[in-house]
Nanobody, 115 residues
Framework: QVQLVESGGGLVQAGESLRLSCAAS????????MGWYRQAPGKQRELVAS???????TYAESVKGRFTISRDYAKNTVYLQMNSLKPEDTAVYYC?????????WGQGTQVTVSS
């Protein structure tokens, strides 16, 4: 089993920044990819950014150039630096970790961007 604990959400104004953190514990040896998803009210959960065990990063088109994902392999933690936030970035952000058997999810952290 893998446990994911997120932190860093909050309420900010448009144009401001936030950094999300997600610390993994448990059977971390089984994890290869880690990433962040988000779900806005009435919408499906979508990938925001991910980083593989080989350090390859992937971003949603809507966040490219504004968000940066990073991974500290020693601390088993993944970060999402979010700059130039927009109201449309408002959502619950979920940390995700993938193993061969299954996906693991954090509890979610609310990010609200006011205009």
């Amino acid at each position: 089993q893998v446990q994911l604990v997120e932190s860093g959400g909050g309420l900010v104004q448009a144009g401001e920044s936030l950094r999300l953190s997600c610390a993994a514990s448990g059977s971390i040896f089984s994890i290869y990819d880690m990433g962040w998803y988000r779900q806005a009210p009435g919408k499906q959960r979508e990938l925001v950014a991910s980083v593989s065990s080989g350090r390859t990063t992937t971003y949603a088109e809507s966040v490219k150039g504004r968000f940066t994902i990073s991974r500290d392999y020693a601390k088993n933690t993944v970060y999402l630096q979010m700059n130039s936030l927009k109201p449309e970035d408002t959502a619950v952000y979920y940390c995700n970790a993938k193993s061969q058997r299954r996906d693991y999810w954090g509890q979610g952290t609310q990010v609200t961007v006011s205009s």
